[in-house]
């Protein structure tokens, strides 16, 4: 080995080279409202119903109990008198046309129901993904569902000569909804009003908790009809019903029907609950409740979420029922 001899370095080692994991596959979407697609479970669930099957399967049999009663006593009737068979059949088919009227009416009553509900959640769908088909659709389905009302001519007009100038969905949505509820939520929140201020003022009035009871259940029954009609459903037996059900869940899951401390420091900021009597406080809770339902209601019959406009509030409402009650007080006990 010479001096000119250089040792040779050793291999210098290259870092290993990993190969990069593949990415995740992004998550899929969340489903949309009203799809059942999505849930397949669920949809098969819907398509048959041990109970729906069970009171169709009674229905059936107490109209045809109803019948066949009808038919022997008919029968009878011609076998004692023609001429009171006769008039026994034509008030049978009377009440056969009658009852089929019904029928229909409740039927038509809640496919109304269900179509707002259709049209809410495209709305809502509609407002979160910016969808002109949607925005395109509900402008389609609020006139139809208006279209034979007078008072909302002028609206639907005003709708039919912007709505084309009007390109993104949100602003057509937002536009819709100031030029068709603005004056239904008017007179939606006049009928709340009035209708807790009746209770408050009734329930105080009434000796025993079985009237309240029974005042408390009518009043919110055609203050619920009254707001149905009024966005366009026009409800009724078992569409009054069905909306209640509707309403009450609408509670259950906002979580609202209790009282909020605010809403009760408005009345013991006032000093009221030290000046009124105990019926008059149970009044006045019962109209707030009463208040409560018919914004809930609002939620469910009214057609477009609030959006643009502000939905009316309860404390708003709570504190009328405040104020007149405290102004009833101070005319029935002047100052000295």
């Given at each position: 080995m010479?001096?000119?001899?250089?040792?040779?370095?050793?291999?210098?080692?290259?870092?290993r080279?990993?190969?990069?994991?593949?990415?995740?596959?992004?998550?899929?979407?969340?489903?949309?409202?009203?799809?059942?697609e999505?849930?397949?479970?669920?949809?098969?669930?819907?398509?048959?119903?041990?109970?729906?099957?069970f009171?169709?399967?009674?229905?059936?049999?107490?109209?045809?109990?109803?019948?066949?009663?009808?038919?022997?006593?008919?029968e009878?009737?011609?076998?004692?008198?023609d001429?009171?068979?006769?008039?026994?059949?034509?008030?049978?088919?009377?009440?056969?046309?009658a009852?089929?009227?019904i029928?229909?009416?409740e039927?038509?009553?809640?496919?109304?129901l269900?179509?707002?509900?259709?049209?809410?959640?495209?709305?809502?769908?509609?407002?979160?993904?910016?969808?002109?088909?949607?925005a395109?659709?509900?402008?389609d389905?609020?006139?139809?569902?208006?279209?034979?009302?007078?008072?909302?001519?002028n609206?639907?007009?005003?709708?039919?000569?912007?709505?084309?100038?009007?390109?993104?969905?949100?602003d057509?949505?937002?536009?819709?909804e100031?030029?068709?509820?603005?004056?239904?939520?008017?007179?939606?929140?006049?009928?709340?009003?009035?209708?807790?201020?009746?209770?408050?003022?009734?329930?105080?009035?009434?000796?025993?908790?079985?009237?309240?009871?029974?005042?408390?259940?009518?009043?919110?029954?055609?203050?619920?009809?009254?707001?149905?009609?009024?966005?366009?459903?026009?409800?009724?037996?078992?569409?009054?019903?069905?909306?209640?059900?509707?309403?009450?869940?609408?509670?259950?899951v906002?979580?609202?029907?209790?009282?909020?401390?605010?809403?009760?420091?408005?009345?013991?900021?006032?000093?009221?609950?030290?000046?009124?009597?105990?019926?008059?406080?149970?009044?006045?809770?019962n109209?707030?409740?009463?208040?409560?339902?018919?914004?809930?209601?609002?939620d469910?019959?009214?057609?477009?979420?609030?959006?643009?406009?502000?939905?009316?509030?309860?404390?708003?409402?709570?504190?009328?029922?405040?104020?007149?009650?405290?102004?009833?007080?101070?005319?029935?006990?002047?100052?000295?």
């Amino acid at each position: 080995m010479t001096i000119d001899d250089k040792p040779e370095k050793p291999a210098i080692r290259q870092p290993r080279v990993f190969a990069a994991p593949p990415p995740a596959p992004p998550p899929p979407p969340p489903p949309e409202d009203g799809d059942d697609e999505t849930i397949p479970h669920l949809a098969e669930r819907r398509r048959f119903s041990w109970g729906g099957l069970f009171w169709s399967a009674t229905g059936g049999l107490i109209s045809m109990a109803i019948g066949y009663s009808a038919y022997r006593f008919v029968e009878d009737l011609f076998a004692r008198e023609d001429w009171l068979g006769w008039l026994a059949l034509g008030l049978a088919c009377a009440a056969g046309v009658a009852a089929a009227v019904i029928i229909i009416r409740e039927i038509w009553a809640l496919f109304r129901l269900e179509k707002i509900g259709e049209i809410r959640a495209i709305a809502d769908r509609a407002f979160r993904h910016d969808s002109a088909p949607d925005a395109k659709a509900i402008s389609d389905n609020l006139r139809a569902l208006y279209r034979s009302r007078p008072d909302m001519a002028n609206a639907l007009t005003l709708l039919s000569q912007h709505d084309s100038q009007i390109m993104d969905p949100r602003d057509r949505l937002k536009l819709m909804e100031r030029l068709l509820m603005q004056e239904l939520d008017r007179d939606a929140a006049r009928l709340i009003a009035r209708s807790a201020r009746r209770v408050s003022i009734v329930t105080a009035v009434l000796p025993t908790a079985y009237l309240d009871v029974l005042v408390v259940a009518s009043q919110n029954m055609m203050m619920l009809r009254g707001l149905a009609s009024l966005y366009g459903v026009r409800p009724h037996l078992f569409g009054t019903m069905k909306l209640a059900r509707m309403v009450v869940t609408h509670l259950a899951v906002t979580g609202s029907i209790a009282f909020t401390d605010a809403l009760m420091q408005q009345f013991i900021g006032r000093g009221l609950v030290g000046r009124v009597s105990a019926r008059v406080g149970e009044g006045a809770i019962n109209g707030i409740m009463t208040a409560r339902i018919g914004l809930a209601a609002m939620d469910v019959v009214r057609p477009l979420p609030f959006r643009s406009l502000r939905k009316p509030s309860l404390s708003s409402i709570a504190s009328r029922i405040g104020e007149r009650a405290a102004k009833d007080i101070d005319e029935d006990n002047p100052p000295a």
